[in-house]
């Protein structure tokens, strides 16, 4: 059997999440009421309340993305009248318009992403729950990719931006944000929140404990 790797944690050591200074925890002292020697923040070995936190969010999450669906997220008016449309339904007009490259980036940005986002956090926050040690080098790796993509969702509420100034500038008709811009911004806003309250050091304890007991 093979040597349990030597963590911080294993180590009775504790890093700061502010200042990243590494400290020891003395003998017998409390682990729960220390704080960093250095800038003086509260030191704990896990982020306190990572998965209750993270799913509070992810639920809230999932409220705010369908009327970010349902909704018209813009409303375009000229002299034939105004017209309102979903995501998808600007998904599906840039698709017969010939335009399928914007399509694509809208569709990945604003509809794909976020729901693979949402599903990556519930399978790592089962997974924990469950105390899985199934491929914990892939699962970090999923929880790396939702980090790096998370600000990319946002796509969708820069194009609309843009397309409000361009269109009132040219005078002939007018483009103005739908509520569903509204939801899908807090939406965004609350799945970056998710990503970062979870800890993805909780993947690898488990590991420790299922080598634990099997000493």
């Known amino acids: 059997m093979m040597n349990q790797a030597l963590t911080a944690r294993n180590a009775s050591m504790v890093p700061c999440h502010r200042c990243h200074l590494l400290s ?12 960093c020697p ?41 002299f034939a009248g105004a017209q309102s449309d979903t995501i998808m339904s600007g998904v599906i007009y840039f698709i017969h318009s010939g335009s399928w490259h914007i399509a694509l980036v809208i569709f ?40 790096l993509i998370g600000k990319w969702s946002m796509v969708d509420i820069y194009v609309i931006t843009i397309m409000m100034a361009l269109i009132k500038l040219g005078g002939l ?14 939406m965004v806003v609350i799945t970056m929140f998710a990503a970062m309250s979870f800890d993805p050091r909780l993947i690898w304890d488990c590991m420790e404990e299922n080598h634990d007991s099997g000493k």
Not at 50 to 72: D, E, G
């Open 173 to 186: 008709a007018s483009f103005d944000a739908g509520p569903a811009a509204v939801f899908f911004g807090t």
């Open 108 to 147: 990945v940005a604003s509809i794909l992403v976020p729901i693979l986002k949402l599903l990556i956090l519930m399978f790592l926050l089962i997974s924990v729950r469950l105390k899985s040690t199934w491929r914990p080098l892939d699962s970090t790796r999923l929880y790396r990719i939702i980090e």
């Open 24 to 35: 020891q925890i003395p003998p017998g002292g409390n682990r729960y009421g220390m704080a």
């Open 38 to 78: 250095r800038c003086g923040t509260a030191l704990h070995q896990r982020k306190p309340d990572s998965l209750p936190r993270t799913w509070a969010l992810v639920i809230a999450a999932i409220v705010f993305y369908i009327p970010a669906m349902v909704l018209p997220i813009s409303t375009t008016t000229t």
